[in-house]
């Protein structure tokens, strides 16, 4: 089992930043595929960001929407992944969730744990 906590959700105005936390216990934590999905009232949940781990290091995947905005990266000492989300939009508005055992392009499946979700809200 992995226990999965978000944090740093809030309400920010368009243009502006956040970053979002994501502290994970129980299971080995560094084994797993990493990321971020979201869910915005009315739409189903979608893929946000994933980062995904390999011989080399590490592969980063975004959505194209988030694209050139949004960073992920993973602090394995603390057990922590973070979402760095720069130039917000209001349509970036959704309940945020971390995500682990993600396949290797970043998809869940019923394997996949879950976090309960941060809310981030961008006013125009």
């Known amino acids: 089992q992995v226990q999965l906590v978000e944090s740093g959700g809030g309400l920010v105005q368009a243009g502006g930043s956040l970053r979002l936390s994501c502290a994970a216990s129980?299971?080995?934590?560094?084994?797993?595929?990493m990321g971020w999905y979201r869910q915005a009232p009315g739409k189903e949940r979608e893929f946000v960001a994933a980062?995904?781990?390999?011989?080399?290091?590490?592969?980063?995947y975004y959505a194209d929407s988030v694209k050139g905005r949004f960073t992920i990266s993973r602090d394995n000492a603390k057990n922590t992944v973070y979402l760095q989300m720069n130039s917000l939009k209001p349509e970036d508005t959704a309940v945020y969730y971390c995500?682990?055992?993600?396949?290797?392009?970043?998809?869940?499946?019923?394997?996949?744990?879950w976090g309960r979700g941060t809310q981030v809200t961008v006013s125009s």
């Open positions: 980062l995904i781990l390999s011989w080399s290091g590490g592969n980063t």
């Open positions: 995500a682990a055992d993600l396949d290797k392009y970043g998809n869940s499946s019923a394997n996949t744990y």
């Open positions: 129980g299971r080995t934590f560094t084994k797993y595929a």
